[in-house]
């Protein structure tokens, strides 16, 4: 059902590719006139290209799947960091190969040199290695800059979050990077996604199969980098681009794509374990060990039934040196929603004694799982957590209205009430609806006089009159408690 | 207390005003050695001037003050946006007047002309004009970029956050604005600042004593930013500006004078009402008449014991145009701890056709919050919310522990193991005690055998023997609830 809305939805905006986004992508199509890009003096009323504002619709949304990925991470012990929204020109230099053009430079202004950063583990691996960390396990949710083509229908945009979680330090083989497995399998199933794939691979059994199907050393990562590209395109593309493009003999590039369309279980461990031409490989046989005990750390962990041990998944980046990761919603044509791996050189390359720290990580691609929860539930999100509405039955009761927002704020409650001096009763109950607000206390001069008040529960339209104005706070809070009757969804109703 | 801290903190970095700031405020002071600049190939491991890191403790500590601040602005029914980081450059320019030559620019790298935003303020005003806003009660909580000279000891930096709240619509007069008064009262009250004062003033009323006094109108704001400068510096400096460098007649200077030294509550609205010379002046009616309700709204609110009404209040900035708000920390020489006011034409500037979105908002200072809360409790803070810590007691019991893992992962506890496959059990005590991880599950071959394990309070160093493992989470949660005997600090036991 999800999918197919996010379908409808591409297609929606399918001649958008490569313009500006719209502001708002889900309820209200951007409705500027070219007069109002123009606006006064001349002067355009718009974002950057490739960037956009997210309104309180959206935000509730991202503010929620934030909230259920940081309790995750919590759960695992997890402390997070903050670096600069830029790094030193030079810290980013030689690390994105060819990407780099896509870097946003800052203007030189005088001083030092400085750019955007394209990632969030750059900046880590900088700060591993400044700081003089030996280990950590840190998160990072932050946005991330590149000057790519935007283009709406893939939800790619020039400014974009990150989410990403990485253990450094010197530990058991496998155990972290199993770890980063269950991580992923939680999030996704705590944001309801149920049917997705773990797609798991190592970089060393990957360069034991180059090596001994023929590869030569230095043709290890432009063949990986080819591989890589087996989820979007056919053998026969890679093949061509692995022997025409690259130089590789077809014996080999032959040899390779047999290993690279095998996947499984630990059945495809066992497999390669009697492979005598492969086990036999050093480096083959370090990722073919490492993986079995990675399967098995998984089982643990219960998380088995969701990892597909995937001999063609490769990953774009060259600096991964063992297990690689990659998190597909199987159904969804969103691509991978979570990518990661191992990359024990990276800090390395940072401090002045090569001093080396081991980290493996994972980045959650919360856009893309942006884009399918507001398309699953956008409209149905309530935009405030507010509890209470207060409305006067009748004029010139503002200041009443104001003092019962006092008690209840004092209470702790969630409370508005209109700021105009008289609102109209109708009006005020029609926002409660359209907001998704529980309760609404209702006043009049009978009710001041007597010191009661009436509530009411919105989605219901019971009314409990005469509440003393003393028990007010006392019945709100129970009421807010106790499940009503007709609520529709949790988000609706939720008051966390 | 806090504030003694602060200050022998703040003596301590004196030497270091101007300098790029150290990376870590409080605990660890920088060890970077030259070598260490250098680094590997001559390049510096370094984050740019007036930005830094922070580490999970500060980390664990803006979380929480972020948290706070949040829960008071859902409070009140506040939803929250994003905007981009960058803005157009136009949208900047001719809003900052002459700071705008701390703006950040965007290389030129082809394409528009950006800057970083200097502000959250001209972003919400192009926000709300741009999508046609008539009504919204937003905050934001994101970084800001000014091209500034850093100051460690000022608490400066080029990036850092500013927290807003802004009420945008045609409302009743003073309601909103008097709604700003309590969440910063809220908001400081909830960090546990008990010493504070909010200073309210009101534009109009300002330009209706300058009126009076003989100033002449394309003076007001000069004369208005002359004034602001009375928190810094005496009368007589001020004074000398007014008169020497702003042109202003002496007689008029001195009966200004008389006007902003005066502070009090609804006893100087009774007085101001009485100087028939103002009270008779169009502008200065205004704003007394609104001052009046506000301080009234404030009762209402509860709040007016906080509040002073400061006729020396003025504010820099050139766009307010009614009431205006600073809050100070009474004691604590830290400066203002919140700033805003009421700015009616701001969003018109942004619109093609001059619609006017009438807006008043405060912007809290947390960064400066930060660095008292930071002095006031920095290593008390805990770093994970861990609740559960597992431990081997021999051995070997790798896979033991990572089960007991999934199962209190499975139960939603937040548990963690050490990632060595033999880790020492004492090392594993001692990070429980260092890191405030309230439960230890400890397990030995027996335990295994007889299907139990033991937890132990670290605190307390009771052990409960032989829990059966098929009631470990129950009791793990169970002894989560209970209040632990010598429990330490709030921040040290809380597990939310």
């Known amino acids: 059902e999800a999918v197919k809305q996010l379908l409808a939805l591409k ?3 399918k001649g958008l590719t490569g313009e500006d986004p719209p502001q708002q992508a889900i309820k209200k199509a951007p409705k500027r006139s070219a007069k109002e890009k123009a606006a006064a003096g001349g002067f355009q009323l718009k974002t950057p290209k490739g960037m956009r504002d997210y309104d ?19 759960r695992h012990g997890a402390v997070t960091i903050e670096t600069p929204v830029m790094e030193l020109k030079e810290t980013l230099t030689g690390k994105y190969g060819e990407d780099s053009k896509l870097i946003y430079d800052v203007a030189d202004q005088g001083g030092e040199v400085l750019a955007l ?9 900088r700060y591993v290695a400044q700081n003089k960390v030996d280990n950590i396990k840190r998160y990072h949710i932050a946005r991330v800059y590149r000057r790519d083509q935007p283009a709406m229908t893939k939800g790619r945009y020039r400014e974009f979050y990150q989410c990403d979680i990485d253990i450094a330090g ?12 269950r991580i992923v399998h939680e999030i996704l199933s705590d944001l309801n996604f149920d ?30 980098s080819a591989v890589d590209k087996l989820d979007k395109e ?13 130089g590789l003999p077809e014996a080999a590039a032959d040899k390779i794509g047999e290993y690279v369309l095998m996947s499984g279980g630990l059945d495809l461990v066992a497999k390669l374990k009697q492979d005598q031409a492969l086990y036999s490989n050093a480096m083959a046989k370090e990722g073919i060990d490492s993986m079995e005990k990675m399967l098995r750390f998984c089982e643990l962990y219960g998380v088995l039934d969701k990892v597909s041990f995937d001999l063609s998944l490769a990953r774009g980046l060259d600096y ?44 959650i691609g919360v856009e893309r799982l942006f884009s399918i929860m507001e398309a699953r539930e956008g409209a149905e999100t309530r935009r405030t957590q507010t509890e209470v509405y207060v409305i006067s039955a009748q004029k010139g009761l503002l200041e009443e209205r104001m003092k019962i927002c006092r008690e209840l704020w004092d209470a702790g409650v969630r409370t508005e009430t209109s700021y105009k001096a008289n609102s109209k009763t ?43 104005r003393s028990e007010m706070v006392t019945y709100v809070k129970r009421m807010l408690i106790a499940p009503r009757s007709n609520a529709s969804s949790p988000s609706k109703t939720s008051s966390v």
């Open 11 to 13: 297609a929606q905006y």
């Open 234 to 246: 056919p053998w026969d593309a890679v093949r061509k681009e692995m022997t025409v493009d690259k």
């Open 56 to 74: 309180p619709q959206h935000m509730a949304i991202r503010e929620r799947v934030f909230e259920t990925i940081k309790t995750v991470f919590k």
């Open 117 to 125: 950063r394209y990632d969030l583990t750059v900046p880590f691996a």
């Open 320 to 363: 991964y040196t063992g297990v690689i990761y990659e998190a597909i919603l199987t159904g969804a044509a969103v691509g991978s929603v979570a990518g990661g791996g191992r990359y024990d050189n990276l800090v390395g390359m940072f401090d002045a004694k090569g001093r080396k720290v081991p980290c493996v990580g994972v980045s």
């Open 170 to 181: 010197v530990y058991a083989d496998m155990v972290p990077d199993a770890e980063c497995v």
């Open 195 to 224: 049917e997705f794939v773990v797609k798991v691979n190592h970089r060393k059994l990957l360069d034991g199969i180059f090596e001994v199907c023929g590869c030569p050393p230095e043709k290890f990562r432009t063949i990986c």
């Open 426 to 468: 109708v009006t005020d109950f029609q926002l409660c609806e359209k907001e998704g607000i529980p309760l609404a206390i209702i006043i009049g001069g009978d009710e001041i006089e007597r010191k009661v008040v009436t509530i009411r529960d919105i989605s219901t339209r019971n009314e409990t009159k005469d509440v003393p």
